[in-house]
């Protein structure tokens, strides 16, 4: 049987809080800051102070700045915004200073669709933004140096002709020619320095094959290659880009000369041979032709793979967090201490028995909660405002339906800017099922003893007997005593296997040993104790050919079960029917009594372990394990039991097994 898992609540709310990524969450048409964590507070350069603050008095450097009314908007509308590279001028340490940010304004809705929270997380990008602005500074740089060559270019082509036309001034277009092939080459060896000594990921493939034609250190990283690769082609220095959609980018900048920027893209690269995961922001420039007619595309590329991976893992977190509060059955609240009205979602409403759509007040929780429980619960409330702790509870609630459920409680006081409590953030949880296994192994306990001390009664005034009239002369009463004690022993030998069976059976280890026997004649040799006794007959009915694969003695035991409680509980019914049949590819073996039934709501039940019904009076004894002990031998065999039954007049217990089964 599963248990509910008990998840500590605390750790859930602070989940949250001791993210590494700023978190706050603010409330009302003012955006009061409810809590902030410590990472948000870095980045305001706040302390703590904040909390409880309406957003514009906390950091009033923000006044003039869009952040106000955006939340505004997203309190009112309901609507969660999103922003990437955002500037905000921020004083931290009394400097004000731009920042770059991604962040968002996720707006945690009511049922009725009004904002409940706004839940805030950003990540500085300042870092990126400053990378950036390096890339196209350097970038326009380039743009420079390549119209400079184009210049150039055209200077030497003009000289050129001047030197195919002119004959007699050979020599100083000669020079002429020299001196401008030095400018060029120099020219590019300072574009070759520029991007080997770029702080950012350079690189230009050559011509159509796209050879590496220059790759700096910070590209080789990112490629997760050496230098040898320049001077190959790009498809054979990275072969695992094969399908990766990039080939095919570059070849069509190439073609049309049109440069491409990527944002985020995902690359699976090798690195020492392991694929890895990179995320990347980059841009494939082509440039116009050099003196010989040859094109290059210019990369520069920047590594976002970090920041990316921390934007999933906050969204993760907030996942998470609902996962697990879904998961667990975990039904939250907030409850206003001065006016009792409650924030509750739709699982803490059904643990009280309420609707989602209906109001649930602090006072219909009280009432629920059965009466002896009340003052309890209340004192544990005061204790944890009064020390700021948290609170754990379990207690049974009646639902309005009648029925009753266990709950599980855990709750934290929250404080108004005075230090006041002004509100309790709670947790619940049915754990209804686990008190009733609970309620059940109790049961079994006290029942078990009971059942042991019968036996042992009868073997101890046996024995007693014995003792007293050990100096007569052996007869009638000796041999009756010792029989008695013997029947005493059996009993409780029989209940001893029980348990151990059970013990065995939870830890896996019933063994079945498994041989060809023909069913039919097991079944008329079964029960003999109770054909010798000659109260009850047992009737076999059936095909007489079917032989099985199956561990003889396990299924004998089923099959004496089912009869030894047809004669329990079915005492009445002097007949007893075995059958045997074939059904598909199975036997079906049952055994029919008609005694008073079993009725609808136990039936399902009675398989269960430790289940055995409340029967008035002494006569019947069990500890309610042969039917569990049954299933699982069933089971083991890759079949089915059940039992039909109809109050009056009488139940059919049956099992099937494979018949081909190896
Ligand atoms: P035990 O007999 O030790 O109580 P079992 O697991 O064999 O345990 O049976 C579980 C319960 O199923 C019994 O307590 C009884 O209420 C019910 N039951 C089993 N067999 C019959 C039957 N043939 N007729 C009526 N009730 C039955």
Redesign the pocket.
């Known amino acids: 049987m599963n248990t509910p898992q008990h998840i500590n609540s605390e750790e859930l709310l602070s989940v949250l809080f001791y993210s590494p990524n700023a978190t706050a969450v603010y409330q009302g048409e003012n955006i009061k800051i409810l809590t902030a964590n410590q990472a948000m507070l870095n980045l305001w350069g706040k302390d703590r102070s904040v909390t409880g603050k309406n957003f514009i008095d906390a950091i009033p450097e923000l006044r003039d700045q869009p952040f106000l009314d955006i939340l505004k908007k997203v309190w009112s509308t309901g609507k969660t915004y999103y922003a990437k590279d955002t500037s905000a001028m921020l004083e931290v340490d009394g400097i004000v200073k731009e920042f770059f940010f991604d962040f968002e304004y996720k707006a945690i809705l009511n049922e009725d669709g009004t904002t409940r929270y706004i839940l805030h997380t950003a990540f500085e990008v300042s870092d990126r933004m400053k990378a950036w602005r390096l890339v196209e500074e350097k970038s326009l740089k380039e743009q420079e140096l390549i119209e400079d060559l184009l210049a150039l270019n055209e200077e030497y082509q003009a000289t050129n002709e001047e030197l195919m036309s002119t004959n007699e001034e050979l020599m100083t277009s000669e020079e002429n020619l020299n001196s401008v092939l030095e400018l060029v080459n120099e020219k590019e060896h300072l574009f070759r320095v520029m991007v080997e000594q770029s702080p950012v990921a350079m690189a230009s493939l050559k011509g159509s094959e796209l050879i590496v034609d220059v790759a700096n250190e910070h590209v080789l990283k990112i490629w997760g290659k050496n230098i040898s690769v320049v001077g190959l082609p790009l498809q054979e220095a990275l072969p695992e880009i094969k399908d990766q959609g990039f080939l095919e980018i570059l070849k069509n900048v190439y073609e049309t000369d049109t440069p491409f920027h990527g944002k985020e893209l995902r690359a699976v690269i090798l690195v020492d041979g392991i694929p890895t995961e990179r995320f990347l922001n980059f841009i494939y420039q082509p440039t116009n032709p050099d003196q010989n007619g040859e094109k290059y595309i210019l990369i520069v590329a920047i590594d976002v793979t970090e920041q990316v991976n921390a934007r999933k893992s906050v969204s993760d977190v907030n996942t998470r967090f609902q996962i697990a509060l879904d998961a667990g059955k975990l039904g939250s609240t907030e409850v206003h201490l001065a006016s009792g009205t409650m924030q509750s979602t739709d699982q803490f409403k059904k643990n009280y028995g309420f609707l989602p759509e209906e109001d649930f007040k602090y006072s219909d929780l009280f009432e629920a909660m059965f009466p002896e429980y009340r003052d309890r619960v209340k004192n544990l409330v005061q204790e944890a405002i009064r020390t700021n702790g948290t609170y754990t509870a379990e207690y049974p609630v009646k639902w309005r339906d009648g029925s009753t459920h266990w709950i599980q409680a855990h709750g934290r006081p929250r404080y108004d800017e005075n230090g006041n409590a002004d509100r309790m953030v709670g947790m619940t949880l049915d754990i209804t099922e686990k008190k009733l296994f609970d309620q059940q192994k109790d049961d079994f306990l006290s029942v078990a003893s009971h059942e042991l001390r019968t036996p042992i009664t009868i073997l101890k005034a046996s024995l007693q007997y014995l003792d007293r009239i050990k100096d007569r002369p052996f007869g009638e009463p000796h041999r009756k005593m010792i029989s008695q004690s013997l029947t005493g022993i059996d009993r409780m030998t029989e209940m001893v296997d029980g348990l151990l069976n059970v013990r065995r059976l939870t830890e896996g280890q019933l063994q079945i040993r498994k041989n060809w026997f023909n069913m039919y004649d097991m079944l008329s040799v079964t029960c003999n104790h109770i054909r010798v006794e000659g109260k009850y007959s047992l009737i076999l009915e059936g095909e007489k050919d079917i032989r099985v694969f199956a561990d003889e003695h396990r299924i004998d035991q089923v099959v004496i ?2 009869v ?3 004669v ?3 005492s009445d019914s002097d007949k007893i029917y075995l059958s045997v049949s074939t059904e598909g590819n199975c036997v079906k073996v049952s055994v029919k ?1 008609f ?4 009725s609808e709501e ?1 039936l399902p039940k ?2 269960d372990r430790y ?3 409340s ?1 008035s009076g002494n006569e ?9 002990i ?1 299933s699982e031998i069933i089971k083991q065999h890759g079949g089915e039991i059940g ?1 039909d ?1 109809n109050i009056g007049e ?2 059919t ?1 049956w099992f099937t097994i494979p018949i081909m089964q190896k």
């Open positions: 079960n089912f030894n409680n047809a329990k509980y079915a009594d005694g008073e039934g079993i136990i009675i398989f289940y055995r019904a029967h019947y004894s069990g500890l309610g394990l042969g039917l569990y049954c039992a039954s009488g139940s217990f």
